[in-house]
């Protein structure tokens, strides 16, 4: 990992630990980036769960909502007004 990459890692770590990653994020309108719910990984696609819950990965969502199902979900996320779907964040 390039030295760059170190501080950056070292970066997102000390925002998260302080809970200000997220205030970090909207302060600076950085609208590529996001964070996962569930793992708090950092990520630039992923589910946003009924308009406002992020998840990078269906087992993220799923084991935070294991009361849904993950083939309906997909089925529904095509739908024009669905609160649930697969997205990338892209400025």
């Known amino acids: 990992m390039s030295q760059q ?3 950056e890692h070292i970066l997102v ?3 998260r630990q302080r809970g200000a990653l997220e205030d970090v994020i909207c302060e ?3 609208e590529t980036v996001r964070e996962c719910n ?3 990984r950092l990520m630039r ?3 946003l769960y009924t308009n406002f ?3 990078c990965s269906d087992k993220c969502l799923m084991a935070a909502h294991p009361e849904e199902c993950i083939e309906t979900m ?3 996320a095509s739908e024009d007004d ?3 779907y697969w997205t990338a964040w892209e400025g």
């Open 74 to 76: 997909r089925r529904q």
């Open 5 to 7: 990459r170190d501080l």
């Open 45 to 47: 696609e992923g589910w």
């Open 13 to 15: 770590e000390e925002l």
């Open 38 to 40: 569930h793992c708090h």
């Open 28 to 30: 600076y309108g950085i």
């Open 53 to 55: 819950e992020t998840y």
């Open 82 to 84: 669905a609160e649930t």
